[in-house]
């Protein structure tokens, strides 16, 4: 009679055993992807801002060169309405990267306003020091990331 109860005992122990060790390697794994999702969504975030970045980069140098060179009305106009979409553009994925990653908010806001700043350069040296700069400031952005991944 004992020796059965010990078995059974034995049985049941070893049973919730293999469920509790069943249970912590399904938490794991389950916070493993969760991980993993988060990640590829900061990476996606960066990507995207990275690439709006460079696109209001292009937009700007192209509306103050025209404006610069003299260009006539309706190309600077055209110029500027694109640089108006691209800089709008821009918002979503700086807002995405302050909400997924904050500690990449400050570094993404600063080579935005590096971007920004290429706005009214009084001379074509100016502006391009200032696309230089614009364009250091993503690639701080970039390594930035990259080392918190």
Avoid: C, F, K, N
């Avoid at 070893?14 to 794991?28: D, M």
């Avoid at 209001?56 to 003299?70: F, I, N, P, Q, Y």
């Avoid at 500027?80 to 994925?93: I, N």
Wanted: hydrophobic share 50%; aromatic share 2%.
């Amino acid at each position: 009679m004992i020796a059965s109860l010990i078995a059974v005992l034995g049985t049941l122990l070893g049973s919730i055993t293999a469920y509790l060790l069943q249970q912590r390697t399904a938490r794991t794994e389950r916070a493993e992807a969760r991980s993993e999702t988060a990640r590829r969504d900061r990476i996606s975030a960066v990507t995207a801002v990275v690439v709006a970045l460079a696109d209001h980069r292009r937009a700007m140098w192209v509306r103050e060169d025209l404006r610069l060179s003299g260009a006539d009305d309706s190309a600077y106009q055209a110029a500027r309405a694109e640089s108006h979409a691209t800089r709008s553009a821009l918002t979503a994925p700086l807002t995405t990267v302050t909400i997924l990653a904050p500690e990449l908010a400050r570094p993404a806001a600063d080579a935005a306003r590096a971007t920004y700043a290429l706005r009214s350069a009084p001379d074509t040296e100016t502006l391009a020091a200032l696309r230089t700069a614009a364009m250091a400031a993503g690639d701080r952005l970039i390594s930035q990331a990259a080392a918190l991944h």
